[in-house]
Structures are given as C-alpha cells and as structure tokens.
C-alpha cells in the first residue's frame, strides 16, 4: 500500500490538489448513476406501460409523481450528456462536485475522469457501500477489516484496477431499523477513516432515533466525527431537536436537496418530504443564528434524471443560479453563503493525518 501523504489535500478523481482550489463546491451530487435496484413496480396495468418508457414531456408530470417508478429515470450512464449538464455549473462559477455514486449506485471512475478532463472541474468520487438492499451477496461473510481494506485501497491506489481514487467515504447508506450488516459497514468506514484522515458521509436512517444510533456506532467505532456529514436532514423530515444533536456531536449535516422537483413519494417504506428551498434557507438561518454556520452543506443530490436540465429540471447550477439569489432576498448575507459554498466544503473535504 502507498504511503499516505494526503493530509492538507483534497483528493479528486485526477488526483490531490490544495483545498484553496476547490472553489464553489456542490458537497452533495450523482453524475452518472444507475438506482435501477430501486425500480418499484406498479401495480395497475397502465402504469406498467409508463414504467418502461424514455422519460420525456409526455410523461414527465407522472414520472415525478412516481420517480422510483420509471426505469430510465434511474438511470443517467451518458457522459456527453453529463459534461453538457455539469457545464451550466461551471460557467455559473461553480468549481467542485463531490460524486456519491459509490457501490450500489453504479460508480463509474473511468466515466467520472472523463468528465473532469472534459469539463475541467473537480470531481470528488465516493466509496464504500450504500444501504443493505444493495450490499454484494457475500457481506455476511466479509468482516469489518476486508471491508476497511477495500476502503483504504480506494483512497490510496484506486479502485478496482483504474488508478482512480477515492477522495470521500460514502454516502454510506442506513436504513431502519439498521441490519448488522449496515452496522459492520458503518465501523469498518471509521476504521477507514483512521487510516486515512478522509472525510466520511452518511445517508442516514430514515428515522430520527436509528440517525442518533449510527452516530453513537460511529463514535464507538473511533470515527471522527468532527469530518462526518449526516445528509439529507430535511428530505428526511429530521426535528430540530435532532439536528441540533447531530451538530452538538461535531457533525457536519447536509440540506443537499435543493431544488428537488419531485412530489412525495414513498422510499423505503416512508414517504420522501420534498420541502421547499425557502423550507431549507430558513432551516439553515435558524441553525446559522443558534452557532453553527461552520457546520453545514449544501448541494441538489440529483440522482434521478427528471433533475436535469435537458428533462425539466433545474440542473446542477441551480444553487448558484437560482437558490444563491433567493438566500440573499431571505436576508442571508454573502459571508453566510460563502461559509455553505465555499469555506465549509473546503475544510470538510481536507484530509487528516490519519491515527492508525
């Protein structure tokens, strides 16, 4: 294994650069991905015909009222298509996207290299496992130090045989109640992290309580805390309660959803809160005035393509574009969306010196 030497870098998918470099970040994002082990089948007859069709205009009202329903709006394997996309982001000024499409989402290294040559912004590629549902048919047998090995693997060398590395842990995926197998992923990433100094992101439960319980997994597991982000914490309806103990315990914590065009929808057996943008500014303002503007993120998480420009969304500028304008109207000021955009995202995505 190499020598670890990453410590005061943050490392994209063509290599370490100076966090000063990473600019306006999207902490949050999917650029080619397959969710297609999510397809929910419909039940009646009519829908089953919609299930199967490209998506366009002519269905694009239905598809976003059932987004897990529509095969070919889980999956977006285009690059050309994500370099067009991901180009409306950099002339918007944007720099950085950190990639989360790790196993279970259909990670594409070579893909997501490409992309980066072609567009000339940093991409910051995920590892490590996403929820059970789509864990390998050997992870009952793997144990917690294979795990962590692959993990440390992907950030030093690569993965698999591409050379392409690793410059986060996640998103690791967590369901309710969390299956054992969940659980000997969630220490083996802070394991991972110990060895590495990585940063480390979370798709937590869908649950309040069971959120709480991977953090104190996570704690007990030696994690730091301090360079682990809990997202989604307003797609999954998270109290301020429970986001305030999130923060309290060091962790950064995600509003990633940022003009998300769905209609709720269920996911795992709950229904998805798809909140609006001045749902989330204000969220963000109340936590910014209670002490914790150091410890938020922001992105879209488009993982669906209906989020796309080219399908009737808003895209990956749409943060810069839209969302940056409406945070100032709402009485934000430059230095507290620079914190979300910039200075947060630089110091979260900046590697440690690993313990171990």
Not at 79 to 86: D, R, S
Request: aromatic share 6%; with cysteine.
């Amino acid at each position: 294994m190499p020598k670890n030497n990453l410590a005061g870098k943050a490392q994209t998918v063509l290599g370490p650069v100076d966090p000063d470099k990473l600019g306006v970040t999207s902490s949050h994002e999917h650029i080619l991905f397959d969710l297609s082990t999510y397809f929910m089948e419909p039940d009646a007859a009519s829908e089953k015909g919609l299930a199967r069709q490209p998506l366009s205009l002519a269905n694009l009202a239905w598809v976003r009222v059932h987004r897990f329903s529509n095969l070919d709006n889980l999956r977006q394997p285009d690059k050309e298509l994500a370099i067009k996309e991901l180009l409306r982001f950099k002339y918007a000024g944007g720099s950085t996207l950190v990639e989360m499409s790790q196993n279970g989402l259909a990670r594409d290294p070579q893909g997501l290299a490409y992309v980066a040559r072609a567009t000339g912004l940093n991409i910051i590629m995920g590892c490590g496992y996403y929820i059970g549902l789509s864990h390998p048919k050997d992870m009952d047998s793997r144990t917690e130090e294979a795990i962590a090995r692959e993990i440390v693997q992907d950030i030093l060398v690569g993965a698999g045989d591409t050379g392409i590395r690793a410059g986060i842990i996640g998103e690791i995926g967590c369901t309710a109640p969390l299956s054992e197998n969940e659980k000997k992923v969630l220490r083996a990433c802070a394991l991972a992290q110990r060895r590495t100094g990585v940063p480390m992101d979370i798709h937590p439960p869908f649950s309040d309580e069971m959120t709480l319980e991977v953090v104190k997994i996570l704690k007990a597991a030696g994690a730091d805390l301090e360079h682990t982000v809990i997202s989604h914490v307003e797609m999954f309806d998270f109290s301020l309660k429970t986001r305030l103990k999130l923060l309290e315990a060091g962790c950064y914590i995600a509003y990633d959803n940022f003009g998300n065009l769905g209609y709720p929808h269920p996911y795992l057996g709950r229904i998805v809160n798809i909140t609006s943008d001045i749902v989330r500014i204000n969220g963000i303002k109340e936590l910014i005035e209670k002490g914790y503007q150091k410890k938020i993120l922001v992105g879209h998480d488009i993982c669906i393509k209906d989020s796309l420009i080219a399908y009737g969304g808003y895209g990956y500028a749409h943060l810069l574009n839209n969302a940056t304008p409406l945070m100032r109207a709402m009485g934000m000021t430059d230095e507290q969306i620079n914190a979300l955009l910039v200075d947060n995202p630089k110091r979260f995505l900046t590697f440690t010196r690993a313990q171990d």
